[in-house]
């Protein structure tokens, strides 16, 4: 169901995030986030073009490439920062190699919060990588199954990952019947 229609208004500023996933020759992967942010109207940014940033010239222009395998570990990390408001910005691109080792699976948001949140990093390139891990799990996603589709036990990747995909639930019990489990009844009376 789209949106209603809004009231009366103006645009002021797009922010666009672009990941995309490309499988390379030599069987790993490598999944690219962009970022940008756009003004439809001139700003004062006194570090930039003798101090103004016109209208859709991006404030930021930044990017990650992870390069990972098919169990999602990162075998190699990079961001650039083309645009940013500061001259300061890109001298923490470097730190996010740091991704290297890592595996994006449970516990990735939270290890990159670690890494990369306030002083230790971008808040632009750590909000990116959470869209960066969602799609490598959706452009390994095939690939993945298939190989998982050789264990005749397995289970879907995402077994609990949302309310349908809920080990008691209908959709898993119909096409996971294996990975399927029927949930335990709360007793009331012990709920506070």
């Known amino acids: 169901m789209p949106l209603p229609s809004p009231t009366e208004r103006n645009l002021q500023h797009t922010r666009t995030v672009t990941c995309q996933g490309f499988?390379?020759?030599d069987g790993l992967w490598d999944i690219e986030g962009h970022?940008?942010?756009i003004k439809t109207v001139p700003i004062e940014i006194k570090e930039r073009n003798n101090g103004v940033v016109e209208a859709g010239e991006p404030i930021h222009l930044l990017a990650i490439r992870l390069t990972i395998d098919l169990e999602l570990n990162i075998h190699a990390a990079i961001a650039s920062m083309d645009n940013t408001p500061f001259r300061l910005c890109p001298s923490i691109a470097d730190r996010y190699s740091l991704l290297t080792g890592l595996q994006i699976a449970p516990?990735?948001?939270k290890k990159?919060?670690?890494l990369f949140s306030g002083i230790n990093g971008c808040t632009h390139l750590l909000e990116l990588l959470g869209p960066i891990a969602t799609t490598a799990y959706q452009a390994t996603h095939q690939e993945r199954l298939e190989k998982a589709r050789q264990d005749e036990n397995h289970k879907p990747f995402n077994l609990n990952t949302c309310h349908t995909f809920d080990s008691a639930g209908e959709v898993v019990?119909?096409?996971w019947?294996?990975?399927y489990e029927p949930a335990e009844l709360i007793d009331v009376s012990e709920i506070g």
């Open 23 to 25: 499988k390379r020759a």
């Open 35 to 37: 970022l940008s942010d």
């Open 107 to 109: 516990g990735f948001t």
């Open 112 to 114: 990159c919060k670690a």
């Open 173 to 175: 019990k119909k096409y």
């Open 177 to 179: 019947p294996n990975a």
